[in-house]
């Protein structure tokens, strides 16, 4: 019920910011850590918690 439209809603923003963050660059590397989601480059640029993880947002291979 309102779980469910909340989790596929945090899916649906979680898979734009996770496209939007992998478009700047081809160098963008995504690499999933037990506790957050780390997008970088030369340094970690953005962190986001691993509750996505949690709710069923499927694992993608870091970019190389």
Known sequence: AASDVYKRQ???RFELL???LTAMGDDVQVKWL???VA???LRNFVTLNN????????RRRAIE
């Open 51 to 58: 509750t996505f993880a949690k709710i069923g947002v499927k």
């Open 10 to 12: 945090v899916q649906d």
């Open 34 to 36: 037990k506790y957050y």
């Open 18 to 20: 996770s496209a939007f």
């Open 39 to 41: 997008f970088r480059r």
